[in-house]
């Protein structure tokens, strides 16, 4: 009986630890691959479940990628490459993370 108490301590205080690491460890950064195009061009992404930019546009630096740290789980981000010269969108793509179940 004494070993099935001390395992199952040892075993919550295991967990504990794994748990705690796992809260420090954060959401994940989405690198995205993007075209590379010429030309002035902004990166934006649309909340979508706020119905609202998440960021403010910034200049794209052309580098053919993008690094974006989803804000949260079980949510939609569209993201999008404005061409200034343009005025339109040059490119476009959905990403969203959802925990396993």
Not at 44 to 56: I, L, M, R
């Amino acid at each position: 009986m004494k070993k099935m108490i001390k395992r199952l301590v040892l075993a919550a205080v295991f967990f504990t630890g794994v748990s705690a690491y796992a809260l420090q460890v954060g959401l994940p950064i989405e690198r995205l691959a993007l075209p590379e195009f010429e030309g002035e061009h902004l990166v934006c992404v649309w909340d979508e479940a706020a119905q609202d930019w998440h960021t403010a546009f910034v200049t794209y630096n052309h580098n053919g990628s993008l690094d974006f740290q989803v804000p949260e789980f079980g949510k939609w981000y569209w993201v999008g490459i404005w061409n200034e010269t343009t005025g339109e969108y040059a490119f476009g793509k959905w990403i969203g993370h959802f925990p396993a179940s």
